[in-house]
């Protein structure tokens, strides 16, 4: 996999969501930089990972990264934040978790209302074999509704979403099926590390619900809000990365 090091402090991992690359963080990495050692990572298929024709698994992104790296405050967006609550459940890297618009099972259940109809990730997947392009711009567009600023926060997601080639639809097909079928809810329980729960607000992927759940299921769990959609970190980058130098002020000490 491939990972960008740069800045100086505490090391900070980040995990970015289905169909998009570590890029996708600028606007949280210039206020981070100069708090932390960040280590960017771009998951198997997607981004500058050469690995086109791999498995996407999260067993296997939990284990290769925690051998890459240092001991390390972990952040995942979406389908990311279940690489690290992968990690953190097998104790294998992670110190702390930041998970931003993620939650331990995405799909809606006979016990869990805090999700979407697993339809509409398999209607995302019949869609790439279609038409690849068209239907990333429909999962874009969905991440940025509800947001203060849905039409420039879509323009920056459109913009950048290519940036370093297109991701592989294999990797596209398994991260869609992760999305439908991963239940991490009973291991929140048993957590060896505090974590911070970001939700936004008016997200129409992960309910706030979700997140808020998960951080009173998790031991020392918290729970932030912002009034977002799927990305708060585009629009809101300031106001995140003081919750994360916070978060891990207080997790050192």
């Known amino acids: 996999m491939h990972i960008e090091t740069l800045g100086q402090g505490p090391d900070l991992v980040l995990i970015h969501g289905w169909a998009m690359h570590s890029g996708i963080f600028a606007p949280l990495t210039r206020e981070l930089t100069a708090q932390f050692r960040l280590h960017l990572v ?3 298929g997607h981004g500058l990972s050469a690995e086109r024709d791999l498995t ?3 067993d296997d992104c939990a284990q290769r990264l925690a051998a890459q790296l240092p001991p390390a405050l972990w952040l995942g967006w979406s389908l990311g934040g279940q690489v690290c609550l992968e990690a953190a459940r097998r104790n294998s890297g992670p110190r702390g978790l930041v998970l931003i618009a993620s939650s331990p099972r995405f799909v809606l259940g006979p016990d869990w ?3 979407v109809d697993a339809e509409i990730f398999r209607q995302f997947g019949s869609g790439l074999r279609q038409d690849y392009h068209r239907t990333i711009e429909r999962f874009l567009a969905l991440e940025a509704h509800g947001s203060e600023r849905a039409q420039s926060e879509l323009r920056e997601l459109k913009a950048h979403v290519f940036d370093r080639g297109e991701p592989a639809l294999q990797v596209l097909c398994d991260g869609l ?3 439908d079928q991963a239940d991490l809810r009973d291991s929140l329980a048993e957590l060896p590390v505090p974590s911070l729960w970001i939700a936004g607000r008016r997200d129409r992927l ?3 619900g979700a997140m808020q759940w998960s951080a009173e299921h998790s031991p020392g769990g918290r729970y ?3 009034s977002a959609g799927h990305a708060p970190f585009i629009g809101h980058a300031q106001a995140i990365a003081e919750a ?3 978060f891990n002020a207080e997790i050192r000490a």
Do not use: M
Request: glycine fraction near 4%.
């Open 113 to 115: 209302p805090h999700g």
């Open 206 to 208: 992960i309910p706030p």
């Open 56 to 58: 996407l698994r999260l």
């Open 244 to 246: 994360i130098v916070a």
């Open 42 to 44: 771009d998951l198997p």
């Open 177 to 179: 099926d992760i999305l």
């Open 224 to 226: 932030l809000e912002f």
